[in-house]
């Protein structure tokens, strides 16, 4: 299905039983990602909402909560784009076989953006800011946000579409100390697309022009998230995905899609920033208010009728789990592409996706050593922390590809694999004073805190232990030892005061376990707050252990020492108790989840939506 437009897609989403209208009035202020949540959980059917309260616009949500949804509204040009996809990382496929690459020829015809004359469409018209569905997400946050924007601008050294970066920058349209209808705040990290933009308008002492599209055809906003491979643009890459070349003109000297609902054009000025967030964000944590660049505003525009389409970020999985999901299927084998001997990287998802990686790679020098242990893979786990959105990253753990039957996102099977055959005296690789994702307060300071290789390759070492073993029990101080799965055990402490306090905890905690006696098949032990807590599921402990914690500074090791500069010991000790200086935990107003529950009772316009 080619959709021209929001509105197509939500007819055929409907038509198809993916999609359900809420009649009801619905506040934009928490009740509608409440609404969101409970459904995404339940892995319920996109949402149009028609009455958003105070906006005469309406609003979608959930469109791409599912994967199997997401793949339904690319179903006709799905495999093209694959195909596309594949031969830009590998051109020879076309040669070796040119009748079967055919279609990728076919719909590269939509790659290239068409622009229009004859200045707004028809379709469209001037609107102010407080127009819009202003959507608060989370109790604690600024002020309203564009979740699902795409964000358009042009490197003032090359200007034209061409050279554009199409993005996904979160927007904050009021609240703090922004002028209503006449800022909005745009936040970003100086490496990415539109910073370096943002960079180069700064040294020519000159505004950068920026358009921020919401809605249209669903690709141009799948568009705005992907990891294209190296010269593909994401306005050629959302033609390609829709089926249809993207169209354009510029007005007042800013480029406004003919096909997106709402267009907000501004300036960002050189120097000019004004505090940004709170905002509710994926790692499931607030990020907090910083200095970001502020927007100038110069026109909105909306489509009759438009439909803003929104999402709830927070502790995952949300939405942007199935979209992580999604680009996976898309990109296939890009990353072995990009970095040869690598044979699979999963960002782990429940852990916030940044902050903890698995990967798989060959290990080929190893026959030249008398003993096996991590080589080429050292190499690897550098160029992948090198790499892209990758190099965010705090924790990698990387084996090498040694059993047919190793996957990374099989996480406890791969854990304990990894956790048989390391040598903790060998095989862990700290990276200190270093840069973290902006949205991680783990660290010591914002964008700053540390790396953390965990490498294994050879033959198993050890047996992991399948219950809590006996030396972390009645340990004095320490309690509720439990088992979050073989191999790694938490035990429960008093709550974190100081780093310079931990050093003397920890020290202590360490020597009292060693005078116990040999752990070895407890090779990683969880200092947390809450055990029951950590070790109720996978996903608890993959969240709590590696979002609250900052290698360099959190990890301990029972009977540690260094050797020519580097760090071993008998067991890994990770402190993943909640620290002063992180921002805190997302957690759902119980009044609104209470009041959204209308919704859902017989009669409503959800009732029996969550039985399904």
């Not at 800013?254 to 000019?272: M, Y």
Request: proline share 6%; charged share 20%.
């Amino acid at each position: 299905m080619i959709y021209r437009n929001l509105e197509e897609c939500v007819i055929d989403l409907e038509r198809n039983g993916h999609l359900i209208r809420i009649h009801e009035e619905v506040d934009p202020h928490l009740e509608m990602a409440a609404i969101h949540m409970k459904v995404f959980e339940a892995g319920g059917p996109a949402l149009l909402y028609e009455k958003v309260k105070g906006s005469k616009f309406r609003a979608i949500s959930n469109l791409f909560g599912t994967v199997e949804r997401s793949k339904f509204i690319f179903r006709d040009t799905w495999e093209s784009v694959q195909d596309v996809i594949a031969l830009r990382n590998d051109p020879m496929k076309a040669m070796k076989n040119p009748l079967k690459h055919v279609g990728a020829g076919w719909a590269a015809k939509n790659a290239l953006p068409l622009k229009k004359s004859g200045g707004l469409p028809a379709a469209m018209h001037e609107i102010s800011i407080a127009d819009l569905p202003l959507i608060k997400h989370w109790q604690g946050d600024g002020g309203a946000f564009v979740t699902l924007p795409q964000v358009y601008s042009e490197d003032p050294d090359q200007p034209g579409i061409m050279n554009s970066n199409l993005g996904m920058y979160r927007i904050q349209l009021d609240g703090n100390d922004y002028v209503l209808n006449k800022e909005v705040g745009v936040h970003y990290q100086i490496h990415r697309g539109i910073g370096i933009h943002q960079d180069k308008a700064n040294r020519q002492g000159a505004p950068l022009k920026v358009s921020i599209f919401i809605g249209g055809p669903p690709a141009h906003t799948l568009s705005a998230v992907m990891p294209l491979p190296e010269g593909m643009s994401e306005l050629t890459f959302a033609g390609l995905l829709s089926g249809r070349r993207f169209r354009y003109s510029y007005i007042d000297g800013f480029c406004v899609s003919h096909d997106a609902d709402f267009v907000i054009t501004g300036e960002i000025h050189p120097g000019e920033t004004k505090p940004e967030g709170p905002f509710g964000d994926h790692l499931g944590y607030y990020s907090l208010t910083h200095p970001f660049p502020v927007m100038r505003v110069h026109k909105v525009y909306a489509r009759q009728n438009g439909i803003y389409p929104f999402t709830v970020v927070g502790r995952p999985p949300q939405e942007d789990t199935a979209f992580g999901a999604l680009i996976h299927e898309l990109t296939g084998s890009a990353i072995k592409q990009e970095i040869p001997g690598v044979k699979e990287v999963h960002a782990v998802d429940a852990a916030g996706v940044h902050p903890l990686l698995f990967a798989i790679g060959s290990e080929r020098y190893t026959p030249y050593q008398q003993v096996k242990q991590p080589a080429e893979i050292l190499t690897i786990a550098n160029r992948i922390l090198g790499t892209g959105q990758l190099s965010l990253a705090k924790y990698l753990f990387i084996a090498a590809e040694e059993s047919e039957k190793l996957d990374t996102h099989h996480v406890e099977d791969f854990l304990s694999y990894l956790l048989e055959r390391i040598d903790l005296r060998r095989d862990i690789h700290f990276q200190t004073n270093t840069t973290i994702d902006t949205l991680d307060y783990s660290g010591t300071g914002l964008n700053t805190g540390s790396k953390v290789i965990f490498a294994a390759a050879g033959e198993r070492k050890r047996e992991l232990c399948k219950a809590v073993p006996d030396a972390l029990i009645n340990l004095n101080g320490y309690g509720k030892a439990a088992l979050v799965m073989p191999g790694i055990a938490a035990i429960q402490g008093p709550g974190f005061i100081s780093y310079e306090e931990a050093q003397h905890e920890l020290q202590s905690l360490c020597d009292a376990i060693a005078d116990r006696g040999e752990l070895a098949a407890c090779p990683m032990i969880i200092l947390c707050d809450d055990s029951a807590f950590m070790s109720e599921t996978t996903n608890n402990f993959l969240w709590a252990a590696f979002t609250r914690s900052n290698p360099s500074h959190d990890i301990y090791g029972i009977n540690s020492s260094y050797a020519y500069k580097h760090w071993g010991c008998d067991n890994v000790i990770i402190d993943a108790r909640i620290k002063p200086h992180q921002a805190p935990p997302l957690i759902p107003d119980p009044a609104v989840v209470k009041r959204v529950e209308r919704l859902f009772a017989s009669g409503a316009s959800l009732g029996g939506i969550l039985k399904n």
